[in-house]
């Protein structure tokens, strides 16, 4: 190994808080004249049941947001993120099969003001428009979203938003010709996201290993409730071990030296399928990192600094929205407490 600048104690398999979520509808609207707030967006998830998750996010002026969920495992989600969030019943209207596709979200808000957000298309959904998504100044300085678009369309003139029962208007984005008008709101059909998000995690280690090999396994307790990891797959010729949670929806490859470990790779996914998700590269080689999701390598990527037995510094350089939001992690044990705190920004 030429670089062993930063490693994990044995008893902490992954300091990152790196989230995947797919949903399989997300609609935004940017709004004009509201006193507080600047936007509104859900994403929608269908379940196999035939139940319907939500998250609505309501965008302030100063760029907090507020989530409002619907769903227990959103809910639970939710806890130790740090973020603002809601139970609320919340009721969807679609139109699919439309030529040009709609939504429409009601519920009631944080503040208890009835609340709609309904976009419909200016255009067929169309994977062209797709890609990479810029969150402007939305959560700077708490999470590192990477939002990657499926088919998307602009909102057409149709679309609108009430709250407290007065409409706002969704400002107009451009005009092509006499007839077609897009205004600033997105109706994306297939929406996928992976995360780094700034908060405080206190681990208490019910279980690790002090070795490593095939059947080593980790158990922590937390405010999420218990999480534990077991060794998949290890090579003891290179030192390399993948390291899956129980719930099969994080994978760790690690590499072990020295009764420490040094992550290679932390992929964020769905449940055992590990190719559907997201992945957060390190190469300490060559000091650099990238997150990608899915067969997009490096959605961001840049260079790690100040690496050290306690905590990396990830500096993202592209695109140039990230730049901004340099992701510091530290970590402390002390007996069988672990606490991890990350932090965004300068």
Known sequence: MKNFDWSLPLQIVNPFDFKYVADDLHVIAYIDRHPRYEALEAMVSFGAAGETSVRMIVTRHDQSQVDHVNSNVLEAAARGSGRETVRRSIDVKLDLDAPRPS?????????NEPIVLRVVCASVPDPARGGLSDPGEHSNGTSLPIMLRGKSAMAGSESRVEVGGQIYPIPEKFRAGPHFVAHNGYFTVSHQMALLRAGRRNLEVLQAPTSINSQSRWLYRSDEGERGYTVADFNADDGIAHIRSDDGRETVVARFERDRLQPIRVLAHRPNEAAVGACLSLDADRARFGIGIGVEPELVSGRIEGASERGVHLMPELPAWAVSRSVG????????HARIQTTLGA
């Open 103 to 111: 939504a429409e979200i009601q519920l009631q808000s944080f503040e």
């Open 329 to 336: 992690v530290g970590w402390n044990l002390e007996g069988a």
